[in-house]
């Protein structure tokens, strides 16, 4: 089988991994991958199920690329979360599907379609394995690196768990191997539902011995953070991103809400008081270090008093970046039964407003660079603008803004000294000294 094959990837960063993988096995075989989806001749659509809507865009990208079929368009792969899920409600009613495979059905790719070349509509979720090889999908200079799946948090909104189970950390000896197996890297960013528990499912948490690990490799130059749950950043974490050059200063982490009653309802461990205490320590043990977060907006029950509180939490906390999003109700998940559950305006009004505090803070943060010199990673040429585009250490790739810069030359992939000149739109802009 020599196909031609295309994917639709959806969802996180994590799922970005497992597209990699499903593409690293069409490689394998010796199949052509094509970024134009009006020629491709087998669509793999790698799903995300975390919330509604992003179910409902997974099933709308089906639907989509099923119009292609008058071209040249054989077969339809459905993957990922979406199918590990929910497959028996899918395989029935998403007829435009030809194979339907879970998260982690790489091995199953090939025999299945053979399967369905041959007549058959293949349900083979929960039927492979992992692929080893992968085919990078970021710009080359960066690299993900998925360093455990599941999740053992069980937060009531949540429904990980119950799509990707239990926490299970992948051995150690495989991710330093495939680390190093990536080649000349600039950024290596860290990424698991919780980043930080790595290796507590086998007894211990070998996080920190990780980072060494991977920081022995010569091909690899600066290590990013993302996901690192509060109650986990212990003071040996804090040390080794304070001492070891190869972490860039920035943290992710996720702390959903600010309001000890909310936070409870959630299922998170932490308290307003416990993370304004970690903030304070980072802040105070690593100089410069920039801080990203994300939070829930109208989970049930919240009240227009805690929404407030949550405005003056992110006034005393300043992160650097942050993200806000509306509560879900998702269907399995305890939160789900629970009274008081908020009209979707009003949440949506909730997450405006928050976002209006964020930007002021953020604004402030960006304007103090103007005059200064900063150092970028150029990740790509913008042909609208007519410049380049980059990012600084403390913003991470498709989640924070980038920097825009001017230069008689510059290459992917390498460091630049830029002049901020002014800010937009929550970017930087600027030139690089010549």
């Known amino acids: 089988m020599k196909k031609v094959f295309g994917m639709i990837s959806l969802g996180c960063d994590k799922n970005r991994v497992d597209g990699e ?41 089906v639907l989509e690329g099923n119009a292609y079929r008058g071209g040249v368009l054989e077969k339809i792969v459905v993957a990922g ?78 429904l990980i768990p119950a799509i990707r189970g239990k926490y299970r950390s992948y051995p150690m000896e495989r991710l330093v191997n ?18 930080t528990r790595y290796g507590t499912d086998t007894g211990k948490n070998l996080f920190v011995s ?24 212990t003071d040996e974490l804090i040390a080794e991103v304070r001492d070891n050059p190869k972490i860039i200063k920035y943290l992710d982490i996720p702390l959903q809400h600010s309001e000890n009653r909310v936070l409870k309802l959630m299922g998170r461990r932490g308290t307003r008081e416990s993370y304004l205490r970690l903030i304070e320590k980072l802040r105070r043990e690593i100089p410069g270090i920039a801080l990203r977060s994300t939070f829930i ?14 405005k003056a939490f992110l006034s005393e906390a300043r992160f650097e970046n942050c993200g806000f999003f509306a509560y879900s109700r998702e269907e399995g998940t305890p939160a789900y039964q629970l009274k008081g559950q908020i009209h979707a305006r009003t949440k949506q009004r909730r997450v405006k407003a928050l976002y209006a505090v ?17 150092r970028v990673v150029c990740d790509a040429v913008d ?36 002049i901020v000149e002014r800010t937009e739109a929550g970017n930087l802009i600027g030139r690089a000294k010549e």
């Open 297 to 310: 907006a109208g989970f049930p029950t919240e009240t227009e008093e805690e929404v407030e509180g949550l």
């Open 21 to 61: 993988r499903l593409l690293g096995e069409v490689r394998r075989h010796g199949c052509p991958i094509t970024d134009d989806i009006g020629q491709a001749q087998v669509l793999i659509v790698n799903t995300c199920a975390f919330l509604n809507a992003a179910r409902q865009e997974a099933i709308e990208a």
């Open 178 to 195: 495939e680390a190093r197996s990536l080649g000349e890297t600039h950024e290596l960013v860290l990424v698991a539902q919780d980043t």
């Open 81 to 158: 979360c979406l199918p590990e899920k929910f497959i028996g409600e899918l395989y029935p009613a998403l007829t435009e599907g030809d194979v339907f495979l879970g998260v982690s059905d790489c091995s199953e790719l090939f025999p299945a379609l053979e399967r369905a070349y041959a007549g058959e509509r293949v349900n083979a979720v929960r039927t492979g394995g992992e692929g080893d090889e992968r085919v990078i999908t970021t710009p080359p200079h960066l690299k993900y690196l998925k360093i455990a799946d599941g999740c053992a948090n069980h937060c009531t909104y949540c």
């Open 358 to 374: 964020q930007e002021a803070i953020a604004d402030e943060y960006l304007v103090s660079y103007i005059g200064k010199t900063v």
């Open 210 to 233: 990780l980072l060494k690990k991977l920081s022995e490799l010569d091909n690899i130059c600066h290590i990013r953070l993302l996901y690192c749950y509060p109650e986990v950043i």
């Open 383 to 418: 042909f609208e603008r007519g410049c380049f585009v980059g990012r600084t250490y403390f913003q991470a790739y498709e989640a924070d803004g980038v920097t825009y810069f001017t230069a008689s030359q510059a290459v992917t992939g390498k460091v630049y000294d830029v």
